[in-house]
């Protein structure tokens, strides 16, 4: 569906004085890629909300106006929105994440950016993956959010991948658990624009080999299948991915069994992939991101190589 332009919302305005007021006391991003961890949040991160959860995380100061064009269910408990993003001074860095502000909804919302900066600079729009919970926003976007629906949202989070032209070629390694895939996504998708833009030009940031761990419950919960197997058929040598299912009762289809495992990733599987060039970039249950970077630490891999971000 084509989307139409986007002008920013009343409710916006009228609130605008209180959200620039708490924005401008972040600092803004940095440029390198940092070792993050949430670890250090209140213990009972179930009674505070997004804001609370994250309030000592970076974000940029631009709040702004969108409009959800387009929605699609990529899974039965995951839905994904398409936003038209008003504001041309918004930037996100592959990884990163938005705090979602809904009108007379008073809980901020915050879901990963799972597109590509790419979409963004050339048709102004972001894709968000939001699971079906109780939580207030997330209930909105399964339950009320529709075409043409007016959001504002504003940057955050130091769990992105950024390389500039004259850094040094690094190979990925993603371990995405559930809806931890979306802001991994983001990272294999600039990836593969990267890859590319070198081809086009001979000339940008040269990547390295990317590989994807991903786990969820079924197939049916891996989302984003067809996207990922796009990519990794396009860049055969460049790109690869493991598909993991812990609790796959149905018959496996045969598209996707040449990279399905029955079972857990495995430190085994990651073992294989160290190396001194190599950045691992974790997103998952907080059990499963503890899990494997400390595995990672115990296989000497440098702490600033292991990057990670906690969701709950």
């Not at 992105?160 to 190979?171: I, T």
Request: one cysteine or more; aromatic letters at 8%.
């Amino acid at each position: 569906m084509a989307c139409t332009a986007v002008m920013i919302p009343g409710w916006l305005r009228g609130c605008a004085g209180a959200i620039c007021t708490q924005a401008a006391s972040w600092r803004s991003p940095p440029s390198a890629v940092r070792h993050l961890t949430l670890s250090s949040m209140m213990k009972s991160r179930r009674k505070t909300d997004h804001l609370e959860r994250t309030a000592d995380v970076v974000r940029r100061e631009v709040v702004s106006a969108a409009k959800v064009c387009d929605t699609a269910d990529e899974s039965p408990s995951v839905k994904r929105l398409r936003l038209l993003v008003a504001d041309k001074g918004f930037s996100f860095k592959a990884g990163q994440w938005v705090d979602f502000f809904i009108p007379g909804v008073s809980v901020v919302g915050g879901f990963s950016i799972c597109s590509s900066p790419r979409l963004l600079e050339q048709d102004r729009m972001i894709d968000l993956a939001v699971k079906y919970t109780n939580h207030p926003p997330a209930l909105w976007v399964h339950n009320q959010c529709a075409l043409g629906s007016e959001v504002a949202v504003r940057v955050g989070g130091e769990f992105f991948f950024d390389p500039q032209p004259a850094d040094a070629s690094r190979n990925l390694v993603l371990i995405a658990g559930g809806v931890g895939i979306n802001p991994l996504l983001s990272i294999l998708r600039h990836s593969a624009d990267l890859h590319r833009e070198r081809a086009d030009k001979g000339s940008g940031y040269e990547m390295g080999t990317v590989t994807l761990f991903y786990s969820a419950k079924n197939t049916s919960e891996l989302l984003f299948k067809k996207n990922i197997l796009d990519l990794v058929n396009e860049f055969p040598e460049k790109m690869a991915c493991s598909l993991h299912v812990t609790k796959q009762t149905a018959q496996i289809s045969a598209e996707l069994k040449p990279y399905i495992t029955e079972g857990r990733i495995t430190e085994k599987e990651l073992s294989d992939h160290i190396s001194k060039e190599t950045l691992f970039y974790i997103c998952g249950p907080p059990p499963m991101t503890d899990f494997f970077s400390k595995e990672l630490e115990d296989r000497h891999v440098p702490p600033e190589h292991i990057c990670f971000e906690k969701w709950w």
